[in-house]
């Protein structure tokens, strides 16, 4: 009994963690893919989006669209981290370099809890100055 106990706390531990996914990373993973779509189901009701010089609130569907439009004319390719905050149960704060087919871009979001699950607030996309 002893053995078959010892063998199973074991086992826990050489299996890999059962933490959930990092919000953080997987809202880079849709950015990388330009998955919009999917992306718009971490939206909060409303979202204040920065695309370049333009900056407003929009809702789910208007940012969709807006971010839809913006990969149709910047196919992403790659995206780095560049900075993450964490530390926060209710928000949570990533800022990466977007590689696309027209250029560099830093893209930042902020995400709340909203109801227990982690929603995007805020969306900014700018143009990369530092290369």
Do not use: W
């Not at 718009?40 to 789910?60: C, D, G, H, P, R």
């Not at 027209?102 to 982690?118: E, S």
């Amino acid at each position: 009994m002893k053995l078959v106990c010892l063998s199973s706390f074991i086992m826990l531990f050489l299996l890999p963690g059962f933490t959930p996914a990092d919000p953080i990373d997987d809202v880079a993973n849709l950015l990388k893919l330009g998955n919009t779509r999917e992306l718009a189901k971490s939206f909060a009701s409303s979202v204040e989006i920065t695309l370049m010089a333009e900056e407003n609130i929009y809702s789910q569907a208007q940012a969709t669209l807006i971010l839809d439009k913006f990969f149709s004319k910047n196919k992403p390719k790659s995206i780095k981290l560049l900075h993450k905050v964490n530390s926060s149960a209710n928000y949570r704060f990533g800022v990466f370099i977007l590689t696309t087919d027209t250029g560099l871009y830093r893209v930042a979001f902020t995400l709340k809890d909203v109801g227990g699950k982690m929603s995007i607030i805020e969306l900014r996309i700018e143009n990369e100055k530092v290369k």
